[in-house]
């Protein structure tokens, strides 16, 4: 049994009082014994789990009815305003203070203000001195931690281990709301696709399930067992919706999504999170298929609030409502204001446009008033839920103890350790590089980023400090001492010289061995508006990388970076490569447990790694297209492929696939089998309409540990339909389980698919099963594995 099987049991077991006790303990036993099947479901949408949500109660709705029966328009507009601390003093705002403005219950919601003192200070303005003592929720970006930085959310969904995510999300709640913050905006849920993209590092990758699972991770940790815990933050998912398609891979710009890309890719790890109970949504800058999306009815409205039930409230992002005049559906403020409210925006974060326009709009009936209070409503009601009303405070003591606490920086060194993905690793003198062998007497440490704490806090570092952090130099001096490690910088990101590159390789000619730890600058160049048009080396990076290689010294190479970097001459040359991401507080004990094998490398690639950025946008789980560059049909004359959907110049293929990560030992995956050659259709629709989470086929293969090191292996399932009334991708990630294997150990993994698991959004854009062939794999990534077809038979 593994732990997630566990607690599988566990979150459910309390909900499951109106099924028969009979099909209860069947059904645990089926998860007890198919840890696969835990991995592969949603953890509050199982049998039973329907009534977890906070936000749905009949007793909340009628302290929130109440509340609103009392407030007048004034007041209640202001609960749908929201500004960053000190910042709506802008011109003609007609603001003094953020303390005038609260005394007038003219604001819902302050973010970046953090502090117990300052926010307790705030709050009891708010709660003593306006007229109706509704709470403020103060909200932050904690993205991947708050005084504990953790690796940035590439890297923890590269870690593929949504137990560690959870874990993460905790310790980022505890201490955030330990210093008064109870709201954060995050998680970003954004399905990117184009590595151009600055953000693709604060998501989870191009996978919706996985980032379905890291969405379910981030919101159960964020906001605890109980939403109204102190110690609890509300979620936000964010940016709804599209975001990460922008075109080009440049920050905030058009995306078009057809329906059903957008409800087959893009909103899956969004409904997620909605079913894990997040409070909040975020309104995205993007504009969707022409509408703006902080003023998209059809995805607001009609999605989120109508077809998922969703009772929180909507945030727009910051000035999203004014920049619909940019976009061009609104020529004046009080347009804008209106346009997002009836789309569905319930708070404007930092416009001032909710707050000017707002009451006159319902005077002149552009608005109606019970729009506004539908808004208000669902405000109110996260802060209901929050227990805000019964304890608007924080308790100013725990903020002293909250923060770094030692268990809390060993989370961070694990995460950091597992985020660490292995792209390449070599022989040299007849036994891989890595781990860096105790015959090494000196190591060359040569590179921007080898002595730099402030850059692996990453671009949402919340209140993480660069002094708090580990570099790489100290941690490997710690270890080794400063006799065996000689640093050099080599060069600057950005800007380097002739001299400084001479002294890095003649120090890697003197040494042993040399690690190069290179990269992008995590503040100026991953993030948000940090888009890449060009996704290399910066600087002289690869200059210095090159000449070092030519020293014929080994070397290791260790990529900081929020996003692949395209680098095919280092894949080629370079012996050993480890993508860092940015670890956070304890990257250089993560990274020289990695290198000195203490640890073995376990993460996984939660995208496709470019070879080139002319094959962006680039993802696994593409389409097949009528000429599929590996085609059977079209094979060509040798050495000549034309006529087929490739590039004349260099392959369809990633460097490294979706999925991919070595480690220390080898594994083999044998054949896919299936217990079943055909699946009844009908039995796979009546399981669809019954809802039901039985196993509908089993599947299983042999994993072996094929090394001399024990090992973890991360099998993963996935799945291809054809025959479909729309066409579907080559291959759709549905599952992974981690097995731990001795040397030569070889063992069974087995998976279930359900009727949710070969569902799928048809050509009507509806959810359903259909007839299909279905080819399925437990491979190590979405390039290999042995798969296995059968059919989805009507007969
Ligand atoms: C803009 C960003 O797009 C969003 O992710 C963030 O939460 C807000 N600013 C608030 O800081």
């Not at 707002?358 to 405000?379: N, T």
């Not at 660490?420 to 891989?432: F, K």
């Not at 460097?655 to 044998?670: H, I």
Request: aromatic share 8%.
């Amino acid at each position: 049994m593994n732990f997630r099987a566990a607690s599988r049991v566990r979150v459910t077991a309390g909900k499951l009082h109106s099924m028969s006790s009979a099909f209860v303990i069947a059904w645990a036993l089926l998860l007890l014994f198919s840890p696969g099947l835990a991995a592969q479901r949603p953890a509050v949408s199982g049998p039973g789990a329907a009534s977890a949500n906070p936000l749905d109660s009949p007793d909340l709705e009628k302290k929130v009815n109440e509340l609103l029966a009392k407030m007048t328009l004034q007041d209640k507009i202001g609960q749908l305003v929201q500004y960053s601390a000190g910042q709506a003093t802008g011109p003609s705002s007609g603001r003094t203070d953020d303390r005038d403005m609260i005394r007038k219950g003219q604001v819902g919601s302050l973010f970046n203000v953090t502090g117990s003192r300052e926010t307790n200070a705030l709050q009891h303005i708010a709660v003593e001195n306006s007229r109706l003592h509704i709470p403020l929720i103060f909200g932050l970006d904690v993205i991947h931690g708050f005084r504990t930085t953790f690796p940035i959310p590439l890297g923890l969904a590269a870690t593929w281990d949504p137990e560690i995510v959870e874990k993460a999300s905790r310790i980022a709640a505890e201490e955030a709301s330990a210093s008064g913050v109870r709201w954060t905006f995050s998680p970003m849920v954004d399905i990117a696709r184009d590595s151009r993209w600055g953000r693709i590092s604060e998501g989870a990758g191009e996978d919706p399930y996985l980032g379905s699972v890291v969405a379910r991770a981030y919101v159960r940790g964020y906001q605890g067992e109980h939403l109204d815990s102190p110690d609890s933050i509300v979620a936000c998912a964010k940016h709804y919706v599209g975001y990460g398609a922008a075109e080009g891979g440049r920050d905030y710009n058009t995306t078009e999504i057809s329906e059903h890309t957008l409800r087959q890719f893009y909103l899956p790890p969004f409904r997620a999170a909605e079913e894990a109970g997040a409070g909040t949504f975020m309104s995205a800058f993007n504009s969707l298929n022409g509408i703006p999306a902080s003023a998209n009815p059809f995805t607001l409205k009609q999605i989120l609030k109508k077809e998922w039930g969703f009772k929180g409230f909507v945030v727009s992002d910051w000035t999203s409502v004014s920049e619909l005049m940019a976009h061009g559906i609104a020529i004046d403020g009080a347009t804008a204001a209106r346009k997002a409210l009836l789309a569905g925006v319930d708070m404007d974060m930092q416009s001032n446009l909710y707050h000017k326009n707002m009451f006159e709009l319902v005077q002149s009936s552009q608005v109606r008033e019970a729009d506004i209070d539908e808004a208000v409503r669902r405000i109110l009601r996260v802060k209901f839920a929050m227990g805000l009303f019964d304890h608007p405070y924080t308790d100013e003591s725990r903020e002293a103890t909250a923060m770094l606490r030692p268990e809390s920086i060993a989370l961070a060194k694990t995460a950091g350790t597992r985020s660490l993905v292995l792209l390449r690793n070599e022989p040299v003198s007849g036994s891989p590089l890595l781990p860096l062998s105790a015959s090494f007497s000196s190591i060359a440490l040569i590179g921007p980023l080898a002595d730099d704490a402030g850059n692996m806090i990453g671009s949402w570092g919340g209140l993480g400090r660069g002094q708090d952090a580990v570099s790489l130099r100290k941690a490997l001096t710690q270890r080794l001492g400063d006799s065996r490690v000689r640093y050099a910088k080599g060069t600057d990101l950005l800007n380097g010289s002739d001299s400084d590159i001479a002294a890095a390789v003649r120090m890697a000619q003197v040494s042993d061995v040399a690690i190069l730890a290179l990269g992008e600058n995590a503040g100026e160049m991953t993030g948000e508006a940090a888009a890449r048009s060009w996704i290399g080396l910066p600087g002289r990076q690869q200059e210095l990388l090159e000449k070092v290689v030519a020293t014929g010294k080994p070397v290791v190479l260790i990529l900081f970076s929020g996003r692949p970097l395209t680098l095919p001459w280092a894949f080629e040359h370079v012996p050993a490569a480890l993508a860092a991401w940015f670890p956070g507080l304890e990257a250089g004990h993560a990274l020289t447990d990695v290198l000195f094998g203490d640890t073995a490398p376990t993460g996984r690639l939660p995208l496709s790694w470019p070879r080139a950025v002319g094959q962006e946008p680039l993802y696994y789980n593409a389409l097949n297209t009528g000429r599929p560059e590996a085609d059977p049909a079209h094979p060509g004359e040798p050495g000549e492929k034309k006529f087929l959907s490739r590039y004349i110049d260099i392959a369809n293929s990633p460097q490294f696939p979706f999925g991919y990560g070595l480690t220390y030992t080898s594994f083999s995956y044998g054949a896919t089998q299936a217990v079943a050659r055909q699946i009844s259709f009908a039995n796979l629709q009546r399981a669809f309409a019954e809802n039901s989470d039985t196993s509908i086929l089993s599947v299983s293969t042999e994993v072996k540990n094929t090394g001399s090191r024990a090992g973890e292996a991360l099998a993963q399932l996935y799945i291809r339909l054809d025959g479909t009334s729309i066409a579907m991708p080559v291959r759709m990630l549905k599952g992974f389980q981690r097995l731990t294997l001795a040397p030569g150990e070889s063992r069974k993994v087995t998976f279930g698919l359900d009727a949710k698991t070969l569902a799928f959004w048809g050509a009507d854009n509806k959810f359903g099963v259909e007839p299909a062939r279905l080819t399925v794999w437990i491979a190590p990534n979405s390039s290999e594995g042995q798969g296995t077809t059968l059919d989805i038979s009507a007969e």
